[in-house]
């Protein structure tokens, strides 16, 4: 006997196993045949292969893994007593619909396909009472209708209509029947559904239980069978674990005996875990923090450096700092509108300079107004290269005069690199000469000439260094009286940078006017308001040298800095240094002191206590409700801050917590 | 003169034609038998079928289903009327090699 199969040849060779097996041991064909559902039907053909009848079979059993067919008992049931015929013999398991079954619906307000009556095991719904007349036609109830009354059911077999067939006839379209019926429709739907619900039971469930609920649902005319399953389902269900860290076996945490688990179907199945890698749902904005984006800082304090071109009206602006650097943002976002004075504008730029020529000399107020995202101001501040302020701009001067401002040579001086020093007089007509704008000179102060400019030594450290590097000894400092000294002009202050380079520029750069921090020449101190540029040599006055020996140097001061305080949510400790000495922690004392002698710049620096980034350093104050800042900007940790100091002076560092 | 089926049935005649075909049915079917082998003589020299008998096939290699002599319309339950199948069957591979091999993808429909 042949088994019959659909596939072509070749691809039978390549999916047949190798060994014969008995279907549905175990998978989703389990049982094996020979279940309840399962029955045998023949077809018979005559010799020719003509279809004659079809039945299903009486007259098989199944003994010892055999099924035994009784072939000639199959056909004299069916009246087949003589002849030669060839039969085909099919072992066949329902998956959805019954030949031999049919129900019988009604339409219960509007709702069309209710099941009035038909075998309780396929529809779950109780068997209705029915009638049934000569022509066939089915009624509510046990007698004929009376006249007028609707009672009519319709006869529906419980099958799945083919709705199509295509032209190869292998395959086909089923679609259901208005059969309004849960289990009809999930057979209809698990004909394509290769999955199998498991609920385990956590506990069992009283039976009374589901009696009440089947009788609650009946009377409230709600389908019993959704009532049944909800109480199954919430006593159903459970936590699942794996057997060990590395395990593939999954146990049921709870599940009572009368639960058998899985069974032979699920076997050859996969499990499948939802969402079992899933911890926890993070909202994931579809946008990106800008990690360059800082708060825009307010406007510097700025001024219009003007440079006039010889023999010319033409007169290039450029926007400076007020530590002499050039003010140029050079965004978009940073816009700057020239004025000139004389009405004549320029378009809205980028560009912080900015050249024009004047028709006419005279005097002239030129501005600029900048605009950034959140700030403007406008710039009339009007600066030489050597950093003089002027109040107006006179273009007749750039046409004849051949200025100083503009040079670029460096001055010849008979002081070049050699450290000057006042001689303390101020006798009349001389005063105290200025350090640097608005700081007293005395007598201890010290310039050390470069280039022609006079450059401060802000600290007794720093002029030991250059002692030190430029071999010159204190008693070869040259000695001048007041007016000399002002007629050398004031240059950048030398640092602790000044010998590192990080703030230019160094002892071997050529000096000239336009290298940063030029001051120019000064006035002496308390001759005007600003305390500088109104003291430039006055040609009336007398070279001699004055005769007084006056000395308003200042005396020995202290500078004391208070570590920040710990205080809980608030405060964070600190560490604080003067330069050169080692860091003393908010833990080791709550503040450092040091004398000096004389007015000096002094230079010192403070950080966070513990590592780098979780305490903010928030810089120096001058009270310890940290109200008033010592600087601004306030310095970076571990950023040397240099001040000029000449009375005693207390700081207070504070550093926030990071909590 | 026709003959009601009692009648028939009373006829000593048509007992012993009817009688004559049943031995003649019998003698054939032991000739089949004994051509497929599924006659096995036991020691007291009586003929039974072979339980293991194979099924009744004719020179043609047809099978042969035979009526119960001796009731109508009852087919023979001797073991060689009877055709076991193993349960046993061909099975096939499926995941992955089952979608791999066939176009299972609807066409038309």
């Not at chain 2, 006829?11 to 009688?19: A, D, G, H, M, T």
Request: proline letters at 5%; hydrophobic letters at 30%.
């Amino acid at each position: 006997m042949r088994v019959q199969t659909d596939l072509i040849q070749e691809d039978y060779k390549q999916l047949k196993k190798e060994s014969k097996e008995v279907l549905g041991l175990d998978g989703f064909l389990y049982p094996p045949f020979g279940a309840t559902q399962d029955y045998v039907e023949f077809h018979i053909f005559d010799m020719s292969g003509n279809f004659k009848e079809r039945s299903k079979s009486e007259n098989y059993t199944l003994e010892d893994g055999k099924i035994v067919l009784n072939i000639g008992q199959d056909f004299r049931d069916l009246g087949y007593n003589r002849g030669n015929y060839r039969v085909r013999y099919f072992f066949i398991r329902p998956n959805a619909g019954s030949g031999d079954e049919i129900v019988l619906t009604k339409t219960v307000d509007g709702n069309v396909g209710q099941i009035h009556s038909g075998n309780p095991e396929l529809t779950g719904v109780p068997m209705g009472e029915f009638h049934v007349d000569d022509e066939g036609n089915a009624f509510v109830g046990l007698e004929p209708p009376l006249e007028g009354e609707s009672l009519s059911l319709d006869i529906k077999e419980w099958k799945y209509q083919i709705n199509a067939i295509s032209s190869d006839r292998k395959e086909i379209s089923l679609i259901p029947q208005i059969i309004d019926n849960v289990k009809y429709k999930d057979n209809f739907r698990n004909l394509v559904d290769d999955k199998t619900l498991y609920y385990s039971t956590k506990q069992d469930i009283p039976q009374d239980e589901i009696a009440e609920a089947y009788q609650n649902a009946i009377q409230n005319f709600q389908n019993p069978q959704e009532a049944i399953a909800q109480i199954i389902a919430d006593n159903s269900g459970g936590e699942v674990s794996f057997t060990g860290p590395d395990s593939t076996r999954i146990e049921f945490n709870s599940r009572v005996e009368s639960d058998d688990g899985f069974d032979e179907k699920m076997r050859q199945g996969k499990v499948v875990v939802k969402n079992a890698y899933i911890t926890e749902y993070l909202t994931q904005p579809d946008i990106k923090e800008n990690s360059s984006y800082n708060i825009e800082d307010p406007i510097p304090e700025l001024y219009i450096e003007i440079v006039k071109s010889p023999d010319t009206r033409v007169v290039d602006f450029q926007l400076k700092t007020k530590e002499g650097g050039t003010f140029n943002p050079n965004i978009n976002g940073v816009q700057f509108y020239w004025e000139f004075g004389c009405g004549h504008k320029e378009e809205a730029t980028t560009n912080s300079n900015a050249s024009h020529e004047y028709d006419v000399d005279g005097n002239y107020t030129p501005s600029v107004y900048v605009f950034t995202p959140n700030f403007s101001d406008e710039i009339s501040e009007l600066r030489t290269p050597t950093g003089r302020v002027v109040d107006i701009l006179d273009t007749s001067l750039a046409v004849n005069q051949t200025s100083d401002d503009t040079s670029t040579e460096e001055i010849d001086s008979v002081f070049n690199g050699k450290i000057i020093r006042w001689d303390g007089s101020t006798l009349s007509p001389q005063g105290i000469p200025q350090s640097i704008p608005g700081q007293q000179s005395t007598t201890e102060s010290r310039w050390y000439v470069q280039d022609g400019y006079r450059r401060w030594i802000g600290s007794s450290y720093n002029l030991n260094l250059l002692r030190n590097l430029k071999g010159l000894l204190a008693e070869d400092d040259v000695s001048l009286y007041s007016i000399l000294i002002n007629q050398i002009p004031v240059g950048p202050i030398i640092g602790g940078g000044t010998f590192t380079n990080t703030t230019p520029p160094s002892l071997d750069e050529t000096l000239t006017a336009d290298s940063p921090g030029i001051v120019g020449t000064l006035g002496f101190y308390g001759q005007d308001d600003e305390g500088g540029n109104q003291g430039e040599s006055d040609d009336d006055v007398d070279d001699d040298p004055p005769q007084d020996d006056n000395d308003d140097d200042s005396g020995p001061f202290t500078v004391t800095i208070v570590n920040s305080p710990i205080i809980a949510n608030e405060t964070a400790g600190s560490m604080v240094a003067f330069y050169g000495d080692n860091y003393t922690s908010t833990t080791d004392s709550d503040q450092i002191q040091k004398p000096f002698d004389a007015a000096q710049i002094v230079s010192f620096k403070g950080k966070a206590m513990g590592a780098t980034g979780i305490n903010p350093f928030m810089g120096f104050f001058d009270d310890p409700d940290f109200t008033q800042p010592s600087f601004t900007p306030q310095p970076d940790a571990e950023d040397l801050v240099d001040i000029f100091l000449n009375s005693s002076r207390t700081f207070f560092v504070k550093v926030e917590t990071g909590f | 003169m026709p003959l009601t089926k009692e009648e028939l049935q009373k006829s000593e005649f048509y007992q012993r034609l009817k009688e004559q075909d049943r031995a003649k049915y019998l003698s054939e079917l032991e000739q089949n038998r004994v051509l497929n082998d599924t006659v096995v003589i036991t020691e007291d020299d009586n003929k039974i079928i072979s339980s293991d008998a194979q099924p009744l096939r004719n020179e043609a290699g047809f099978f042969l289903a035979v009526e119960d002599p001796y009731e109508d319309n009852t087919n023979l339950k001797d073991p060689d009327q009877l055709i076991k199948l193993e349960s046993k069957t061909t099975t096939y591979v499926y995941d992955p090699y089952w979608s791999l091999i066939i176009d299972r993808d609807f066409k038309e429909l």
